[in-house]
T-cell receptor
Framework: AQKVTQAQTEISVVEKEDVTLDCVYE???????LFWYKQPPSGELVFLIR??????QNEISGRYSWNFQKSTSSFNFTITASQVVDSAVYFC?????????FGAGTILRVKS | DTEVTQTPKHLVMGMTNKKSLKCEQH?????MYWYKQKAKKPPELMFV???????INESVPSRFSPECPNSSLLNLHLHALQPEDSALYLC?????????????????FGPGTRLTVL
């Protein structure tokens, strides 16, 4: 069975603070893919990143960075110097076949 | 261009009405999905179409009827809905070329239709 756990229900930070969103996953498959999506108040799920199970390189894209650690089954997401526009719900998801399994989501509130 | 469009943005309907939600993509994707999302919850998969054929139905009640007229279009026909069906309905698409590594396919989502059933 596949499972994704986002233990942080809600995080509040002040603008310019760094924030890390945690994601822990469970799967018995050796080939799988991990995703992060952002859902702003408008409702659309915006794709941020995909990582496959064979690539443990960390990735940085502007203020966003992702840390994938297979040994701990974690795929954490860090926003550096947060901005108000980062306020959204962030979902971590796992796909080992044709289905995306989502975590419960983390609400991020960035205050000015 | 990773755009998936959905119409209408908002829909209010009575329990006896018949309405349809529409989704369109022009990325050449061959898999399309319907999700239902209740407030403060993650999206829940309803249906998957692969190459215009229904491949997954997550035991969705028959008052929801999907249709895939062609590879770019996906409809969701609604009839005799209940107030608890009020939710955000999201459409997504993906390439679905790699049948063995299907998990590789990134799903791109539309903006959703906010449905209210009175």
């Amino acid at each position: 069975a596949q499972k994704v756990t986002q233990a942080q229900t809600e995080i509040s930070v002040v603008e310019k603070e760094d924030v890390t969103l945690d994601c822990v996953y469970e799967t018995r498959d050796t080939t799988y893919y991990l995703f992060w999506y952002k859902q702003p108040p408008s409702g659309e799920l915006v794709f941020l990143i995909r990582r496959n199970s064979f690539d443990e390189q960390n990735e940085i894209s502007g203020r966003y960075s992702w840390n994938f650690q297979k040994s701990t089954s974690s795929f954490n997401f860090t926003i550096t110097a947060s901005q108000v526009v980062d306020s959204a719900v962030y979902f971590c998801a796992l796909n080992a076949g044709n289905k995306l399994v989502f975590g419960a989501g983390t609400i991020l509130r960035v205050k000015s | 261009d990773t755009e998936v469009t959905q119409t209408p943005k908002h829909l209010v309907m009575g329990m006896t009405n018949k309405k349809s939600l529409k989704c369109e993509q022009h990325m050449g994707h061959r898999a399309m999905y319907w999700y239902k999302q209740k407030a403060k919850k993650p999206p829940e998969l309803m249906f998957v179409y692969s190459y215009e054929k229904l491949s997954i139905n997550e035991s969705v009640p028959s008052r929801f009827s999907p249709e895939c007229p062609n590879s770019s279009l996906l409809n969701l026909h609604l009839h005799a809905l209940q107030p608890e069906d009020s939710a955000l309905y999201l459409c997504a698409s993906s390439q679905d070329r790699y049948t063995r590594l299907a998990g590789k396919n990134t799903q791109y989502f539309g903006p959703g239709t906010r449905l209210t059933v009175l």
